[in-house]
């Protein structure tokens, strides 16, 4: 029988050991810096056992937003001459209060504050009140920067945090990364190349980057004729969500809702351009205005959203028939399918959570719970991995990986309860 309890304490010590005082590595060598959506997942972990910290992560996030309202999906806040692309490539210097990325990623951090405030309601009111206009700012500014209709699209495969999705696979063949140049990757040296994005991969999203930093990051010129853009269910509906968390902050703070309300509303409207003619939600390509045809992982967070599907319930219950290890991050029967490859395949644990949580509250508690089971079982027998082959279980890219720890400890382990 599985000690959970010695479990619990193996993914506190990675938050603690991944800590760098005031914000979490999403892993040791990997990554040595603060990334976006990792650190609002690392804040649920940390309000498992230490609110304090756990507010301090969001507010370390937050210190970084630009005047124009957007979070980096990187901050840089101690050099690290070894990691590419580091500040130097991206060019930022001057825009942001911390030197960072030019772009952002999904919008967690709302999600994240509501789960401390949940857990704890007599700690941080102030600290919530403090960070709320900060969280408007950043959802003004995916609304103003990202909106096609409602739906919310992504100006590089980095922001939407699926780095090599299939998803992406349209636009991308589209650039031609001329003058790119030579450079050495830091991922390839940690992490067997087998299970990374490729260099014709990176070769375009080094030329994006290459883009932003000629443009001066300014989004009224990078709008123009934007080789990118491709429409999102992941960054869509965590967005949609994370609105509504913001909604209830607002209420718990005597702020406020009414815009906040009508980007609601609008992704509602927006998001139902992302089911395709099955009505599966996927990806549009907004240069050709096509579906990429994609099932992903990210697919079945419409639950999350409070979307709900007859064709993706189909589909959820194809995918546990078809694959030991649900949700792969890219479906099992499909050509793109790499049961390895980074977002072409693998299970995330962090996803599993989102999907799980989704489907609980949408009354598919079997299909919550049955997810919520295998996860742990991944997590049991094979450690905090970044991701796991869907087909074996077996763990890949980094390990002891921040927030596979994190959401472990506020909904896999079984003293966190059931999804």
């Known amino acids: ?136 700012a950043w959802h003004s500014w995916f609304m103003t920067w990202r909106n096609a209709g409602g739906a919310i699209f992504i100006t590089h495969p980095w922001e939407g945090g699926r780095d ?79 609105n509504r968390d913001l909604a209830a902050i607002a209420d718990l703070l005597g702020e406020d809702r009414a815009e906040i309300d009508r980007w609601t509303a609008e992704i509602e409207t927006g998001v139902e351009a992302l089911r395709n003619a099955q009505g599966v939600f996927d990806s549009i390509n907004l240069r050709s205005g096509l579906h990429t045809g994609c099932v992903t992982s990210s697919s079945f967070l419409c639950w999350y959203a409070g979307v709900d599907s007859d064709a993706m319930r189909a589909e959820l219950a194809q995918t546990f028939e078809s694959c030991p290890y649900p949700i792969p991050s890219q479906k099992v029967e499909s050509e793109h399918f790499d049961a390895k490859r980074y977002w072409r395949g693998p299970t995330w644990g962090i996803v599993n959570a989102m999907i799980a949580r989704g489907l609980s509250e949408m009354g598919l508690t079997d299909e919550a719970s049955r997810l919520t089971r295998q996860t742990r079982t991944l997590m049991v027998e094979n450690g905090f991995a970044e991701y796991y082959n869907p087909l074996t279980g077996a763990p890949a890219g980094g390990g002891t990986f921040t927030w596979t720890a994190a959401v472990w400890l506020a909904w896999a382990s079984p003293t966190a309860g059931e999804a």
Do not use: C
């Not at 490729?198 to 000629?214: A, H, P, S």
């Open 1 to 136: 029988m599985m000690d959970h309890a010695s479990i619990d304490a193996k993914a506190r010590d990675i938050l603690r050991g991944n800590d760098r005082g005031g914000y979490t590595l999403p892993t040791e060598g990997l990554y040595p810096y603060q990334w976006n959506w990792d650190s609002a997942f690392a804040a649920i972990g940390f309000a498992q056992f230490d609110v304090d910290r756990a507010w301090t992560e969001i507010e370390t996030l937050m210190s970084g937003q630009w005047p124009n309202g957007m979070v980096p999906h990187i901050l840089f806040h101690v050099p690290d001459p070894g990691y590419f692309p580091g500040p130097d490539v991206w060019g930022t210097d001057g825009i942001g209060p911390i030197a960072s990325s030019g772009i952002s990623q999904p919008p967690v951090a709302a999600t994240a504050a509501r789960a401390i405030i949940e857990k704890a309601p007599d700690q941080g009111r102030d600290r919530l009140a403090a960070l709320f206009p900060k969280l408007k």
């Open 164 to 242: 090599n999705a299939p998803d992406w696979d349209a636009a991308m063949a589209a650039i031609d990364p001329v003058g790119v140049g030579e450079y050495t990757r830091r991922d390839t040296s940690h992490v067997d190349p087998s299970m990374r994005p490729t260099k014709d991969d990176y070769d375009r999203y080094i030329w994006l980057v290459q883009r932003g930093r000629r443009l001066g990051w300014d989004e009224a010129e990078m709008a123009k004729d934007m080789p990118f853009k491709v429409a999102d269910p992941l960054t869509t509906f965590v967005l949609l969500r994370a």
